[in-house]
């Protein structure tokens, strides 16, 4: 319901930086925060100290203890290394879904862009048809229509997310085309198809990269939501937004139930917001001044004055 | 501006009339049989199975079923769900005032709440202040619809018991929880809005003029500055009310409020396709009304745009 909300439009912007490094203290904390996620959730089944579906019936609604980090849930199933599982599913999904936008997204705004005319328009009255939808509402009707499962989340989200791309694809490749270089390779007679995805793409693709890491914290958010709602992974295979579901009917019992798989999530999301804006700023050269040319105008200036001294 | 008006409203027309043919075909792309489940789990006889085809219209081709459910739906009749055995419009007419009382209610909210925020964190521009509501906003943005109502329910329902935990009925008292939850995810972005369109205002030559003729401070920032700061927040608040109706679909579900939302979800369960297909098609003519009042509101103002 992200996406519904604020469209893909960042939603944190930091002040403007002064030097060039993409490591400031916040985008390092926030990259190590994912690598770290990344990494116990694609090693779950190393790391896990338990089978995430294995029912130990005696130890029902445990609280935190050292056999079990998190406590287990209603089935006596070990919530820690649910959470990594879960987190699994949640990753690979939502990097399903951005690539599925990226793979129709992208070369539709590229040709749409480039080509104009009524390629151009009928794409862009396509996208039309599909903002209409207050967004998460077309994925549920999809996965009415497909049935409800993982795989039909990811599909359906990544249908969803492809005219936010396309647009902003299109208006970039709108820029790019008008650039001495493209019509450089046109009287170089270079085929259409080469110039746009050998040297058009390689220049939008830096803004694009920027937009896809927002994407990925935005499906991590609308696969919870369909989750949760049981439109997405179906019970039994841990998933954040479906654990939070779960826990709601113990929520007077042991709210850590849903309140871990929610803290991790908004953990996920706020990490991969700052990481995204620090990379924006790192390859939008207007957002940065030089790097350290005050440090350098000081040094030689100061250099000259000795020279001349001397 | 009658002619733009009228331009905008045939365009809204023809989208409608794609969407339309758009849901009704998405809610089919995998074939599945209505009737197998209505009967699921009883003993009926081909017969009868044979009258419910006939009653749900399920003899006939999909194009004639398309036609029969919009010709229907633009007189107001929507056709008869197959899992409550009544007419879509009047679950829809039950539903509708939960669902719209609690989108207007955290509009209303969410604006009381995200100009002040983004008037003060402008005024405080990087101040600890304005550094501590931007984290604020930041986490409530991150944070899932459901989660915010969650952390709600259990700090003041069931732990403080300051509401009821049963939120069937549109009492104040049940709306206010959902409301907040709604409206806090609302907040971040108007904030963000108010803050930004308030720092531009604040630093242009006009309020310069102001200060300097003397005006006192509090009356040069929520007068001058604020009511020109006003106007992207007004769009992004009406294009929000519009999204909103999808959030509030969450919220039911979490509350069991039993609005348009809990309608949705369950028809989308049920396989009970005239439900979600009535109620998907009435959600997006509400959205698609919201942006046409927002188009004609920025026609108003600005008048190249009725020149396009």
């Known amino acids: 319901m992200f996406s519904a909300i604020f469209g893909h439009a960042p939603l944190y912007r930091s002040r403007k930086r002064k030097t060039g490094r993409l490591f400031t203290p916040a985008v390092a904390v926030s990259f190590a925060v994912l690598l770290i996620l990344i990494f116990t959730c694609f090693f779950a089944s190393v790391l896990a100290p ?3 579906n294995a029912q130990d019936l005696y130890n029902r609604l445990a609280t935190p203890s050292a056999r079990h980090l998190f406590g287990t849930d209603q089935n006596g199933r070990d919530l820690f290394s649910r959470i990594l599982y879960g987190g699994r599913t949640a990753l690979t999904s939502a990097l399903g879904v951005v690539a599925i936008s990226m793979i129709i997204g992208v070369p539709l705004g590229l040709v749409s862009g480039y080509k104009g005319g009524r390629a151009d328009t009928f794409i862009m009255r396509c996208c039309d048809v599909l903002l209409s939808f207050p967004s998460l509402l077309l994925a549920f009707v999809l996965v009415a229509g497909l049935g409800r499962n993982t795989f039909n989340a990811v599909l359906a989200l990544g249908i969803v997310y492809v005219p936010m791309l396309t647009r902003l694809t299109r208006s970039l490749t709108l820029v790019e085309k008008n650039k001495v270089y493209v019509s450089a390779c046109i009287s170089l007679g270079y085929s259409e198809r080469r110039i746009i995805f050998r040297h058009i793409l390689p220049n939008c693709i830096s803004t694009i990269l920027v937009q896809i890491t927002l994407d990925i914290a935005y499906a991590i958010l ?12 179906q019970p039994p295979q841990a998933d954040w937004g479906a654990m939070l579901d779960e826990g709601r009917a113990f929520l007077l019992i042991n709210p850590l139930l849903s309140l871990i798989p929610g803290f991790v999530i908004v953990v996920t999301v706020v990490a991969l917001n700052i990481f995204s804006d620090g990379l924006h700023q790192y390859l939008d050269p207007a957002q940065t001044a030089l790097p350290g040319f005050r440090k350098y105008e000081r040094k030689y200036l100061k250099k000259k ?3 001349t001294d001397g | 501006m009658g002619k733009f008006i009228l331009k905008r409203i045939e365009q809204m027309v023809l989208v409608l009339v794609v969407v339309s043919v758009l ?3 998405m809610v089919r792309i995998t074939p599945s049989d209505p009737v197998a489940s209505m009967t699921k789990g009883r003993n009926v006889s081909e017969e009868t199975k044979n009258e419910l085809r006939i009653h749900y219209h399920l003899d006939k081709n999909p194009v004639e079923q398309y036609l029969i459910w919009i010709t229907g739906a633009v007189q107001g009749d929507f056709g008869e769900s197959y899992r409550y055995k009544q007419g879509v419009s009047d679950l829809i007419g039950q ?3 939960v669902t719209l009382k609690l989108v207007v209610m955290s509009g209303i909210l969410s604006l009381l709440i995200a100009l002040p925020a983004g008037i003060l964190s402008a005024i405080k521009m990087n101040t600890w202040l304005d550094k501590l509501l931007s984290v604020l906003t930041l986490i409530f943005v991150a944070s899932p619809v459901f989660l915010t109502a969650l952390v709600l329910m259990l700090v003041f329902a069931l732990r403080l018991g300051w509401f009821p935990s049963i939120f069937q009925g549109n009492g104040i008292k049940q709306m206010i929880l959902p409301a907040i939850a709604l409206a806090m995810n609302m907040v971040a972005l108007t904030s963000r809005i108010t803050r930004a369109g308030m720092i531009e205002q604040l ?8 200060t300097s003729n003397g005006l006192p401070r509090r009356r040069v920032v929520l007068v001058y500055a604020f009511k020109n700061a006003l106007i992207p927040v ?7 009310l519009g999204t909103m109706l999808v959030g509030a679909v969450l919220v039911e579900s979490i509350f069991a409020m039993g609005g348009l939302g809990d309608l949705l979800i369950t028809g ?8 979600v297909q009535s109620v998907t098609l009435l959600l997006v003519f509400v959205f698609l009304c919201i942006n046409l009042l927002v188009d004609v509101f920025y026609a108003v103002i600005d008048p190249r745009i009725r020149m396009r």
């Open chain 2, 234 to 240: 007004i769009t992004v608040t009406s294009v929000q």
């Open chain 2, 23 to 25: 849901i009704f075909a």
């Open chain 2, 203 to 210: 630093n242009s030559d006009y309020i310069r003029t102001a």
């Open chain 2, 95 to 97: 539903r509708i005032g």
């Open chain 1, 50 to 52: 338990y089978n995430p």
């Open chain 1, 305 to 307: 004055e000795v020279e």
């Open chain 1, 222 to 233: 609308d696969l919870a939501s369909l989750s949760f709602l049981g439109l997405g992974t």
């Open chain 2, 268 to 275: 989308i369960k049920t396989a009970d396709y005239p439900v």
